[in-house]
């Protein structure tokens, strides 16, 4: 499964983002799909996560009540709201093997969202 990530961009710190993750060469639609960030100098952190139906889903606490993943039967999303300048990062997002999210598996590239404040 090949992952591709897109919807970064520059926002002001208030303001919103959607990102996307899209699957080819194989679809994820029965595969539990995370989103993760890495911000400069830092280690790859978990964002949130969605079962294969979109019904079970799982939040940092850093952006719980933010942050919504959602997805339907091309890709998974995420709406990033009231961002701030600690969500500057480069977004991942992942697929697992399992419908329910255990670990990532299949990565895909990043994209860069930064925070102006």
């Known amino acids: 499964v090949q992952l591709q990530a897109s919807g970064g961009g520059l926002v002001q710190a208030g303001g919103s983002l959607r990102l996307s993750c899209a699957a080819s060469?194989?679809?994820?639609?029965?595969?539990?799909v995370g989103w993760f960030r890495q911000a400069p100098g830092k280690e790859r952190e978990f964002v949130a996560a969605?079962?294969?139906?979109?019904?079970n889903s799982d939040y940092a606490g850093s952006v719980k009540g933010r942050f919504t993943i959602s997805r339907d039967n091309a890709k998974v999303y995420l709406q990033m709201n009231s961002l701030q300048s600690e969500d500057t990062a480069v977004y991942y997002c992942?697929?697992?093997?399992?419908?329910?999210?255990?670990?990532?598996?299949?990565w895909g590239q990043g994209t860069l969202v930064t925070v102006s404040s």
């Open positions: 060469g194989r679809t994820f639609s029965n595969n539990a």
């Open positions: 969605v079962s294969w139906s979109g019904r």
């Open positions: 992942a697929s697992d093997r399992r419908s329910f999210w255990s670990e990532p598996v299949y």
